[in-house]
Structures are given as structure tokens and as C-alpha cells.
């Protein structure tokens, strides 16, 4: 009999153009020739009819119920007063609840699939819901995020500017710390996306045994591309332009590493290419160099474009699914040892990583004035994906978790 999963997302994974959908899609796409799916989802742009995509051909079922309304007022009070982390705040619903009550009644799931935090609320009330035959809960943990709020905090109380912002990390890594801890305690499965979230869920609740499902890539859709269309004095960044870790990388390599690029390569260009810019970036809008397109539709011809991938993060946990993509195009890379974290590369090998800015710079523009090693980490960066982070690989392991 073909088990059941019904999985929890706190958006559509469809179309799969940022870090979240693209893992919780390709789980389900590959999950679904061999397990009987069905999604329940918030819907956070546009009508779900519009969104469903491919979809419709790997669920049984689709539910999507709208996102809760939530004032900034409110917002700013249960950060201050609340004890349960700003991420278990945001999508709260009684219809969601409804509808997840409706469908635990209505027949029996083997398991259901938690997809992030946020939803983790779903995931403890379905642990609670008294059934005679409840499914067994997997919390799939995208990013240990109690690191993640660590780190930004870290990074901001260097900066008096961003004093306000380190103080919200502050508050948020002590209540994510309690939070997260609960949560793993109360699920039956836990996974992590890296050994290193799986060593940071450990030290929260020792004893504690996740299973790593790394993220990962179709190798198919991202192949590489003609080396002829490659510039030699262009470099990308890609992802969602308001996510806080990419603000800060994009920021930082602006102000600290672009300059020195542009001393032994003036005409360099870096190109940023993602959704939804924060404020913050807007004043690097006229800065000779540098362009930021806003949301594209298909990433693949910016990192086919690039001589250079560079990936500046100073913030963050998981896996990097952008690093993954420009692996599995090919590309040269030079990254911080926190962008690579996750994957299982060698230095000089499939990567070059460095966390300081001279040393950055100095790498880029070795990059750029040499085409052979360029191809060199190219080919090695392809072929680990090949063998290691294919989503082909990669879902056998949750396969592994049903199993268990």
C-alpha cells in the first residue's frame, strides 16, 4: 500500500524561485512517483490557480488557505513582549488549522511533512490531536535558526547603524534557542539540511539524532553553458535581494572587496540578480559597475554570463542552493567559508573560498585573467554536484527516514 505524506508550506513551492520552494518542490516531485502526496499551503502572492504548476501532476491533493493579516504594530509588540520567536508569530490561522483538522479526520496520513519553523505550529498541533492513529511528524528544519539570528547579531552590533537590527537578532536567537528546542523534543523526526545545522540542533537538545537531507540541485535544468558566453570581467550574485544574510553579502562586497577588484580590472562589472531589493541597497544604485536587475524569471543566462560567481555571505545556516546551481552550470566560484557551508567541497579544488577582503579581491581578479582555471574549478564543481547534490541522490535519504 502506498504510504501518504501530507505536506505543511508556508508558501506555494511553485514556481521554485527561492530557497524554500525550490527544496520543498523538488522533495515533492521526487517523492511523488513512489508516495501518495498531498500539500496543504498559505498562499503568499497571487491567486493559488495561478501558482500551482506542475504541482497539480505530483499531489493527490492541493488546500491553500491565505496568510494570516499581521500589523506592524502587532509585530513590533510581540517581538518586544512575546515569548515565542518573531518566526512562530508570522502565520498563525484558525482556517489553516481548520482545514489541517479536516484532512487528519478525514483519512489517515502516514506522515506529515513540516516544511520550515514557521509551520512547526502545525506540526505540534497535529502531534496533539488526539487521533487513535496520528501520522508521525517530520520537522524538515531549512535552517537552524537560532545560528542564523546568532550570526546576524554578531554582524550587526559591529556596526552602530545597525544597532536596532542586532537587537532584534538578540532577542530572537534567545527565544529561537527555546523555541526550536521544543519543537524537536515533540516531533518524531527531525531533519537538517548540513552536518553543521545537525551538530547546532544537538547542542540545543542533546541526544537529539537528525537526519541529514542536504539541499541540493537538478543538474538537468542547470547545465553548463558554452564557455564562449562567458565574460571576463563580470561577476553575479544571485537570490532574494530581501533576505537580510544576502543584503549584508551584497553590502560588505560592494563597500569592501568591489573597489580593490576594480583597481586591477576597472571595467568590472557585478550584477545582482534577484527580487525584491531592500532599502538598504538603494544606495548603491548609480555606483559605476554595478547593476541590480530585480526579479528575472530565469537565472541561468546571468551565471552563464559571469567569469566569476561570487558568494560574500557572512550570515546565514544551511545549504546555499545558489552555490549549487552555479556549481552545477560550471561556474568558477569565490566564496566566505560560511557560503560553502553544507557542501561537501574542497578548497582549490571545486571552490575558492577566503572570508577576507584583500585575499577576495585577489582571487577574483586571478579568476578573471585566467580562462583555464576558471574551466579547471568548473569541471570539478559539475561533477560534485553530479555525484553528490542532485536531487536524484538526495531524496532517497528522506525515503530513508519514512522507512525507518
Request: proline fraction near 7%.
Amino acid at each position: 500500500m502506498t504510504s501518504r505524506i501530507l505536506f505543511l508550506t508556508p508558501d506555494l513551492p511553485y514556481p521554485p524561485h527561492q530557497g524554500a520552494a525550490i527544496r520543498t518542490y523538488n522533495l515533492i516531485k521526487n517523492l511523488s512517483p513512489q508516495y501518495e502526496i498531498h500539500l496543504l499551503s498559505f498562499v503568499q502572492e497571487g491567486p493559488a490557480s495561478d501558482r500551482t504548476g506542475p504541482l497539480a501532476a505530483h499531489c493527490r491533493d492541493i488546500v491553500t488557505v491565505p496568510p494570516p493579516m499581521r500589523s506592524a504594530s502587532k509585530r513590533a509588540i510581540s517581538v518586544l513582549f512575546s515569548a515565542q520567536p518573531d518566526m512562530a508569530l508570522r502565520l498563525p490561522s484558525s482556517e489553516f488549522s481548520h482545514q489541517l483538522r479536516l484532512w487528519l479526520d478525514r483519512q489517515r496520513f502516514d506522515f506529515v511533512q513540516v516544511e520550515a519553523i514557521e509551520m512547526a505550529q502545525y506540526g505540534l498541533a497535529t502531534k496533539k490531536s488526539g487521533l487513535s492513529s496520528p501520522p508521525l511528524v517530520v520537522f524538515d528544519d531549512i535552517n537552524a535558526e537560532y545560528v542564523l539570528q546568532r550570526r546576524a547579531f554578531e554582524t550587526d552590533i559591529k556596526h552602530p547603524s545597525r544597532w536596532l537590527g542586532a537587537f532584534y537578532s538578540l532577542i530572537q536567537w534567545a527565544k529561537l534557542c527555546r523555541y526550536e528546542a521544543e519543537v524537536c523534543r515533540q516531533v518524531d523526526k527531525v531533519v537538517a539540511v548540513s552536518q553543521a545545522d545537525a551538530q547546532a540542533l544537538q547542542r540545543l537538545v542533546p541526544g537529539l539524532e537528525p537526519t541529514v537531507v542536504p539541499n541540493g540541485v537538478d543538474s538537468s535544468y542547470y547545465s553548463p553553458a558554452d564557455t564562449d558566453e562567458e565574460s571576463n570581467t563580470t561577476m553575479v550574485f544571485t537570490g532574494k535581494m530581501d533576505f537580510r544574510p544576502n543584503v549584508d553579502a551584497v553590502l560588505w562586497f560592494a563597500k569592501e572587496v568591489l573597489p580593490l577588484v576594480r583597481q586591477e580590472v576597472p571595467e568590472v562589472e557585478f550584477k545582482v540578480v534577484g527580487r525584491n531589493p531592500h532599502q538598504r541597497l538603494h544606495s548603491l544604485k548609480g555606483t559605476p559597475g554595478i547593476t541590480m536587475t530585480g526579479y528575472v524569471e530565469d537565472t541561468r543566462p546571468y551565471i552563464a554570463e559571469a567569469g566569476v560567481y561570487v558568494v560574500p555571505l557572512r550570515v546565514g545556516g544551511g545549504t546555499r542552493l545558489k552555490v549549487l546551481e552555479a556549481m552545477s552550470m560550471g561556474k568558477a566560484i569565490v566564496c566566505t567559508s560560511l557560503g560553502c557551508e553544507g557542501i561537501d567541497a574542497t578548497r582549490g579544488r571545486d571552490l575558492l573560498i577566503t572570508d577576507d577582503p584583500t585575499s577576495f579581491a585577489e582571487r577574483v581578479v586571478y579568476l578573471m585573467q585566467d580562462r583555464e582555471r576558471r574551466r579547471e574549478l568548473g569541471l570539478a564543481a559539475r561533477r560534485l554536484v553530479e555525484a553528490r547534490h542532485d536531487w536524484r541522490h538526495i531524496v532517497p535519504l528522506l525515503e530513508q527516514v519514512y522507512e525507518e
